[in-house]
């Protein structure tokens, strides 16, 4: 397993996520996604409407390299922020099967290669950095 059972329900429960590509000509992009994470593998799936033609799309396709951050605001007294920094590689995948009607047959793969998580969990107590496989 790729993520431990406090981040998994995390990223269940969060419905947005930022994803960071570099462009072939240096530029960094950073895109606000919805995504959907396969349990068993760790693989992290991003649909949209017309990926296809976004500049993340073909950022992906040029490079391969991606940061993911999903985060949020768990509390304001006290101030408790919480999340998930993914850093990895990705593919950009044409034909699939997208999860609604209104998404393009696109995909984004994320493959995980480095795992940073904070104040997850019970009580917010559970945190990690590690390099996955």
Known sequence: MVFTPAE????HSQRLGRLATLA???TLQ???VAHAVDDATGVISIYGYDLGNSRKFHNIAANGQVAYVVDDIASLE???VRGLEIRGTAEALTGWDPPAAHLSPEVIRV???RIISWNLGAGGREGS???VA
């Open 30 to 32: 950073n895109s606000p």
């Open 129 to 131: 950095r590690r390099t």
């Open 78 to 80: 006290p101030w408790t």
């Open 8 to 11: 998994l329900d995390y990223l």
């Open 111 to 113: 493959h995980p290669r």
């Open 24 to 26: 072939p000509d240096g």
